[in-house]
C-alpha cells in the first residue's frame, strides 16, 4: 500500500518540476512579436503640380519667343502623379528655342529609404545624364543656390543636322521632388547661337518658379520662396500681374460700354 502510494507522489512532484522551467524559444518569440516594425519618415509632398502649368504665360513668351503651344505640350508618362514633363519650342525669324521641364515624385519606402534620399539620388543620375545628352562632351557643372535643396547646372555644346546647339540644364532638388529644365536653342541659317550666360540665367530662373509650384500644390513653402517671392520675372508675382491685366482690360471695356449707353447721338 505505502509502495502504491508513493507514486502519484512522485507524479504530482514530476508536473510541479516541469512547470516551473521556461523554454527559451518562448521567450523569442514573445520579444519577436513585441518589436516595433520598421518605419521611415514621411516624404514632404505628396503631389505634383499640372506640370504645363508651372510657368506663367509670360515667362513661357519671354523663353520661348513664337512658341507654337504657349500652354506647353505634355509629354507621355507611366504615372502623372510622379513623374511628368511639359515641352515648349518656337522659332523666331532663325532663333530657335526649346524648354522642356520635367518632375519627378519619391515617396518614402521603407525598403528604398525616405523620399528625400531616393530624390537626391536620382537627381545626381539626371546631372550625370544631362552632361552628356545627345553626344554632348566638355560639359561644364557646377552647383548654384537658391533654389530649392540644392541644385546644380549643367551647359553643354552639341550639333544637329549642321546646326550648333547651345544647351543649359538644372537639376534641383526640393526635399523628395526633383525638377529637371533644360533650356537650349540654335541661330539657324547664318544666325548666332544664344549665349550660354543667357541660357543659364532662363533657365535657373525657369527652375526657381517650377520649385515654388511644386510647394504651392502642396500647401507648402519652398526654402526659396522668401527669396525670389518678391522678383516680378518670377512665378507668383507674374501671375497677378496676369491676372490684374486681366481685370483691368475688363474694367476699361465695361467703361466704354457704361459710356456709350450714356452718351447722347450728336446733334441732339
Known sequence: MLACAAVPAMLVAGCSSDSGDKDPKDDASKSAT????????PAKFAKLPEVCKTL???MVGDLVPHAKDEKGKTLPSANINESASCLWSGLDGFQY???TVSLKLFPSDVGLGTGDKRAAAYAKQQVEKAGTADGAKGAKTGATSGIGDEAQTVATTTKKDGDEFKNETVV???????VTVEYRGAGYEDAKPPKPEDLAKGAQKATKEVVLKVADANGAVAPDEGATGGDTGDGKTDDKADEADEKADDAKNGDKADAGKGARPAGN
Open 34 to 41: 513585441t518589436s516595433p516594425s520598421p518605419t521611415v519618415a
Open 56 to 58: 506663367p504665360k509670360k
Open 97 to 99: 528655342r526649346q524648354l
Open 172 to 178: 534641383s532638388r526640393t526635399a523628395n521632388v526633383v
